[in-house]
């Protein structure tokens, strides 16, 4: 999961920008968002939280619980504030093409307040979508639905091509909403 550590600490930052939360509602917000790829384990939030709080981008604070134990919430500091959008505004090219990555980003992307950067990413994304590409290959040509015969194999890609098209589409609307935000 450690590869995966950058997305799980922006999706921390993330959701604690929206409201201070105890790790166990932290945890199921994550899964909701992520979960449908791997449900996040304990053993690899926790250690993410305490990297973040030693980094002074988190605060706790204890609350008595519901039953016997307290629970401590988790709030996020002026630096966690600042790092969200360093995070956002700064994605790495994989943030980008990974499609997980990607919906994390996106889920947090109305923190970065700055309507062209938004723009930025988006465009960032746009160009990705846009190169030929495929799961399937004869040599080093991407294969189309159309060429291949066989019929998962075909699902697959006729899948991958609808999931685009949607999100180009969406992602034309979206970047003509902010460039007029940016030129209004």
Avoid: C
Avoid at 27 to 39: F, Q
Avoid at 69 to 90: C, F, I, K, N, Q
Wanted: aromatic share 6%.
């Amino acid at each position: 999961m450690r590869h995966n550590a950058p997305m799980l600490e922006l999706a921390i930052l993330g959701f604690l920008h929206d409201v201070p939360l105890h790790g166990y509602e932290l945890r199921k917000r994550i899964a909701a968002l992520t979960g449908h790829v791997k449900p996040v384990a304990e053993s690899t939030l926790y250690p993410a939280i305490k990297r973040l709080e030693k980094a002074g981008l988190l605060a706790r604070r204890t609350q008595p619980g519901a039953g016997a134990a307290p629970r401590h919430v988790l709030t996020l500091t002026a630096e966690g504030h600042a790092e969200l959008r360093r995070r956002l505004a700064h994605p790495a090219d994989i943030d980008i093409t990974d499609e997980n990555r990607w919906f994390t980003l996106l889920a947090f992307l109305r923190h970065l307040d700055d309507p062209s950067a938004q723009a930025e990413l988006l465009e960032r994304r746009m160009a990705f979508l846009r190169q030929p590409s495929s799961f399937f290959y004869e040599g080093d040509r991407p294969l189309r639905a159309e060429e291949v015969e066989d019929p998962f194999r075909r699902g697959i890609l006729t899948i991958a091509r609808a999931t685009s098209q949607a999100e180009l589409s969406w992602l034309r609307r979206t970047l003509d909403t902010l460039r007029t935000a940016t030129d209004g």
